[in-house]
């Protein structure tokens, strides 16, 4: 390269196509491991779904977190518990899930006993009530209410809080995190509670993300490329 040749070259853009070019690989990368991240977790909850139901305590002196795992659990006088009303979708339809607490395993669980149409004005009696009720459920993380989740209005929530839901249900100690759903009805002679676990669900879409950033990698040195064969042309 002359010295001519070397004052039009463009330093500048190539600097510029260079950190541009380390930024999209960079992206592409970083989506391939994500990838890799998600299969991981999408095979994990397929084969924690998958094994067979066990006694509550059972599971947690496992380890770990127990996710996607079902787990059979006695909640004394769940049938007749005090509840609080979660607003949500099912299908379309609108309605509310009914979730309760229950000691159980050391701790205090919120169960969400299922699924009640907005069709339906009536709900299960509250009563005090120890005799226990043997519920399946899936243990499962719901994520907390977003930034523009509106607060609850008395019983009544618009986002899964399970802190403030325990304390609108009275309960004054610790309460697990996660959330016990039940798929066996804790009021079997009430057909209008339908007990719906979320699906093992995720969205895994990293390989289309890592393919477009190294497409737009790929398309950028192209385009440098022939902005340097026209300039020496």
Same mark, same amino acid.
């Given at each position: ?7 039009r %070259? ?5 600097v ?29 909850a ?21 996710e %996607?795992r ?44 299922? %699924? ?40 009544? %929530? ?16 610790p ?43 790929a ?15």
């Amino acid at each position: 390269m002359t010295g001519a040749e070397r004052a039009r %070259f463009p330093w500048g853009l190539t600097v510029v196509v260079a950190a541009a070019l380390a930024m999209l690989i960079a992206l592409g990368v970083w989506q391939v491991r994500r990838l890799a991240w998600k299969e991981g977790l999408i095979a994990a909850a397929a084969a924690a779904a998958a094994r067979p139901v066990a006694p509550l305590q059972i599971v947690l002196a496992e380890g770990g977190d127990g996710e %996607f795992r079902r787990v059979a659990i006695d909640c004394p006088g769940l049938a007749a518990a005090p509840y609080v009303e979660l607003r949500t979708l099912h299908d379309g339809e609108a309605g509310v899930r009914l979730v309760s607490a229950c000691a159980a395993g050391g701790a205090t669980w919120l169960v969400d006993r299922g %699924f009640v149409a907005e069709s339906v004005s009536a709900r299960p009696p509250v009563t005090p009530d120890a005799t226990p009720t043997r519920v399946e459920a899936v243990i499962r993380r719901a994520p907390p209410p977003g930034p523009m989740t509106p607060p609850p209005t008395g019983r009544v %929530f618009y986002g899964r809080d399970t802190a403030a839901m325990a304390r609108a249900l009275g309960v004054s100690g610790p309460v697990d995190p996660r959330t016990l759903y039940a798929v066996v009805s804790s009021n079997p002679d009430w057909p209008a509670l339908r007990p719906i676990a979320p699906p093992v669900a995720f969205s895994n879409n990293h390989l289309g993300y890592a393919l477009t950033w190294f497409g737009l990698a790929a398309a950028l040195v192209a385009v440098y490329a022939s902005l340097l064969w026209r300039r020496r042309a």
